[in-house]
Every structure is written in C-alpha cells, then in structure tokens.
Antibody, heavy 120, light 111 residues
C-alpha cells in the first residue's frame, strides 16, 4: 500500500537549518509529482513547494523562496526539503504529499506529518 | 488573507444536509482550474474527499458531493453523521500567484 513517512523534524533556533526527508513506498515514485504542505498549530493548510516527477520542475511559495530547497532521489524513492534561515513563522507540521497522477494539484495521499518548531 | 474564502463553521443535526462554500476569483476557480476538497479529522493528516470539482476517490461515501459555478465551488454533505465532524478545506490553483491555494478551512459540527 502507499506509504509516505517523513523524518527530520524537531526543534531548531531561529536562523538555523533542518532537512526533512520523506520515504515513499507502494507506488512508482518517479511517476508522481510531489509537494510539501505545512500546517501551523491551530491553523489551516499552507502549500510550500512542488517538484515534478523527474525533479526538473520546482516551485515555491513566496514565503519560503530563497530559503527552502526541494529535491528528490528517484533511485531511493525519497523526497527532501532543505530549510535554511528558519523563522518562528515556519513552525508547523510539514506534510509530504503525493499529487494525483492525472489531476493536477489534487493531493491524493499525505504523509503523517512531521513537526518543525523554530524557537529560541 | 486567503485567496479562497470559506465560512469558518457550519453545523447540522444528524441526517441533515450541509453545504460549504469556497469563493475564489477570476485567477483561480473562475479561470476554470479544478477545485479539490479535503477532510481533516482531529489529529490526523488531511484526506482527499473530492477532486476535479465533483469526483470522489474510491472509498469516499456518495454522501459527499462537489459542484462548481463561476468563481465559486461547494461541498455538500447529505445524511450528516457524527463521524463527519472535521475540518474541510478547498484547494485550487491560482494563475496570478502561480501557486496552489487552500481555503482557510470550515469546521463542521454535528449537533
């Protein structure tokens, strides 16, 4: 069955860095576009970044552009999010999210989420 | 300020029908981009409920339905059940911002 398992979250000081990972299984990873979507405590969903199946096309929300970098390793069925210059407002649960293979933007499978806390 | 707007909350008695609106603009829903809906039960990850404005993934009960008209979309829940108590989010693509956008979410309460 489809599984997306995130790791790498935790507590970091403002200005610090973290690298989130997402291990995918149960489907042909390279066939799917992937996204990172976050949710601040008690708040709604906030799209962060997109990467195409081949890894060539990447998009970012303005709020993270220049600070976050999305990447993937199709040989290892893994998705990554390198987060630098972290701010308090980046505190959130980060979801690894698979995009529907046919319908753009529809997120048909979500990981369990990984909490990132930016605080001194 | 969200690009898509939703009512903060809706409520209904068991068995009733409730609807959740999602209002956008000419750069997202009004431009013809699909609307997708997600259900988030407390403490869990979101789950795709409706995609392509009115399609249900397998396993989603037909009590849930979606529609779209102009710059707005709606999610309807008929035969409301206690297990439907959750937060519901709409989502689309905005061509002006070139990003995926979510509505702020609507909390459904079963009375």
């Amino acid at each position: 069955q489809v599984q997306l398992v995130e790791s790498g979250g935790g507590l970091v000081m403002p200005g610090g860095s973290l690298r989130l990972s997402c291990a995918a299984s149960g489907f042909t990873f390279s066939d799917y576009n992937m996204n990172w979507i976050r949710q601040a405590p008690g708040k709604g969903l906030d799209w962060v970044s997109f990467i195409g199946g081949s890894g060539t096309t990447k998009k970012y929300a303005d709020s993270v552009k220049g600070r976050f970098t999305i990447s993937r390793d199709n040989a290892r069925n893994s998705l990554f999010l390198q987060m630098n210059s972290l701010r308090a407002e980046d505190t959130a649960v980060y979801y690894c999210a698979r995009e529907h293979v046919v319908v753009p933007a529809a997120i048909d499978f979500w990981g369990q989420g990984n909490l990132v806390t930016v605080s001194s | 300020q969200s690009v898509l707007t939703q009512p903060p909350s809706v409520s209904g008695a068991p068995g009733q029908r409730v609807t959740i609106s999602c209002t956008g603009s000419s750069s997202n829903i009004g431009a013809g981009f699909d609307v997708h809906w997600y259900q988030q039960l407390p403490g869990t990850a979101p789950k795709l409920l409706i995609f392509g404005s009115n399609n249900r993934p397998s396993g989603v009960p037909d009590r849930f339905s979606g529609s779209k008209s102009g710059t707005s979309a709606s999610l309807a829940i008929t035969g409301l059940q206690a297990e439907d108590e959750a937060d519901y989010y709409c989502q689309s693509y905005d061509s002006s911002l070139s990003v995926y956008v979510f509505g702020p979410g609507t909390k459904v309460t079963v009375l």
